[in-house]
């Protein structure tokens, strides 16, 4: 069993910067991807990066150059760095981890509100 626990969401005004994390209950080794999906009210869950074990990344387009992912193994954690936020970037952010078995983890969530 993994736990995944995410932090650094909050208010931030449209323009601004904030960055995420999510920190894993243990280390994970073998094939993974961790990414982050983000959920509107009234909305559908949607990818917003993911992260290979090999580093790899891929993006939602209405993030795409403006967020990065990137992960810390060594501290078990995965980071997302969101600039130059607007109020459609408003959601719940959650933390994913999928592991080689397709087994699949999700973090409780962090509330992301774009505003001014």
């Known amino acids: 069993q993994v736990q995944l626990h995410e932090s650094g969401g909050g208010l931030v005004q449209p323009g601004g910067s904030l960055r995420l994390s999510c920190a894993t209950s243990r280390s994970i080794y073998g094939l993974n991807v961790m990414g982050w999906y983000r959920q509107a009210p009234g909305k559908q869950r949607d990818l917003v990066a993911v992260v290979t074990s090999g580093g790899a990344t891929n993006y939602g387009d209405s993030v795409k150059g403006r967020f990065t992912i990137s992960r810390d193994n060594d501290k078990n954690t995965v980071y997302l760095q969101m600039n130059s936020l607007k109020p459609e970037d408003t959601a719940v952010y959650y933390c994913?981890?999928?592991?080689?078995?397709?087994?699949?983890?999700w973090g409780q969530g962090t509330q992301v509100t774009v505003s001014s």
């Open positions: 994913k981890l999928v592991v080689a078995s397709a087994l699949t983890y």
